[in-house]
């Protein structure tokens, strides 16, 4: 319900460090996505970071988005803090998202979110 996923936005942008970001990023080919049974989870790797941080902005709340992505999680399990960093942009003009990603003669889908997204990582990302 609407009321639900407004109570985890508000939860996520609080600063409470017992929320913290963790991606279930499940890309899966679109034939066996878009089938009756199809397999669940989204592929959210290319607009997890820009689309929480545009969440972050709209609940001014833009100061707590590194904790929520990258501290708070480490601090809870114990970890160390990664030391790694991303430029995040935003952008003038709405970003032309790509739908899906081409693997061989496969295509997996892309999470797009509802609104425009404004926001990209600039620099920082590494490939694996």
């Not at 089938?35 to 969440?55: C, D, E, H, K």
Request: glycine share 8%; proline share 5%.
């Amino acid at each position: 319900r609407q009321e639900d996923r407004l109570a985890v936005r508000q939860a996520a942008v609080s600063g409470d460090s017992r929320f913290f970001f963790g991606s279930d990023s499940a890309p899966h080919f679109m034939r066996g996505k878009e089938t009756s049974g199809g397999a669940a989870g989204i592929f959210n790797v290319p607009t997890a970071i820009p689309y929480l941080t545009q969440v972050f902005e709209e609940e001014s709340a833009l100061e707590r988005l590194e904790g929520f992505l990258s501290i708070n999680g480490a601090r809870f399990y114990s970890l160390p803090i990664n030391t790694d960093t991303l430029t995040l942009q935003k952008l003038p003009e709405s970003i032309e998202e790509t739908e899906d990603l081409h693997v061989g003669r496969e295509r997996v889908k892309i999470f797009r979110p509802r609104s425009p997204l404004h926001w990209a990582v600039s620099k920082g990302l590494r490939s694996t």
